[in-house]
């Protein structure tokens, strides 16, 4: 907190305006294919609020980025353990989507301006979802744990 400032405005600052701020620059780096910064501060973004669906699917979006690169590499591997390994990390980096799409999707459940969001994301969810478990059994309780 800077000293020129009361704690009572710096509460509102903080709440109100460094979230916004935190996403902008997430997605500024993101735009300037700097990604790890990008999920740096859109995780910030998250810790100041855990209420925007918006931060949470851009996050969700570089984590799948992330799980995307690494199935491509073990697509193009040969067989050995480093290929295994790849795959293992892939299965947790589609693991790690998941669970920020569910969470999304449940920020954004009931909300009309978040509804295209809401229903792009479910589908997404739902195809990896499945894909992970071999069927959407559990799916809603997942989606229903991150409803506030």
Same mark, same amino acid.
């Given at each position: =907190?800077? #000293?020129?400032? &009361?704690?009572? =405005?710096?509460?509102?600052? %903080?709440? /109100? ?5 935190? $996403? !902008? ?11 790890? &910064? ?16 918006? +931060? ?9 980025d992330e799980y995307r690169e690494?199935? /491509?590499? *073990? @697509? ?7 290929? &295994? ?5 892939? $299965?947790? %980096? ?7 799409? !569910? *969470? ?13 969001? *809401? &229903?792009?994301?479910? #589908? $997404?969810l739902t195809t990896y979802y %499945?894909?992970? =478990?071999?069927? +959407?059994?559990?799916? @809603? ?6 409803? %506030?």
């Open positions: =907190k800077p #000293e020129a400032i &009361d704690v009572e =405005k710096w509460n509102e600052y %903080k709440t /109100q305006w460094l979230p916004g701020l935190y $996403q !902008a620059l997430g997605i500024i780096a993101y735009l300037t294919k700097n990604k790890a &910064d990008a999920k740096v501060k859109l995780e910030k973004a998250v810790s100041l609020n855990a209420t925007d669906p918006v +931060t949470y699917m851009l996050l969700g979006g570089l984590v799948d690494l199935a /491509q590499k *073990h @697509q193009t591997m040969g067989p050995g353990p480093l290929k &295994d390994q790849t795959l293992k990390e892939a $299965q947790a %980096k589609m693991d790690e989507v998941i669970e920020i799409f !569910a *969470h999304t999707v449940a920020l954004a459940a009931g909300k009309e301006a978040f509804q295209r969001l *809401h &229903d792009s994301l479910l #589908e $997404q %499945k894909y992970r =478990k071999g069927s +959407t059994t559990g799916l @809603q309780e997942l989606i229903d744990k991150y409803k %506030k």
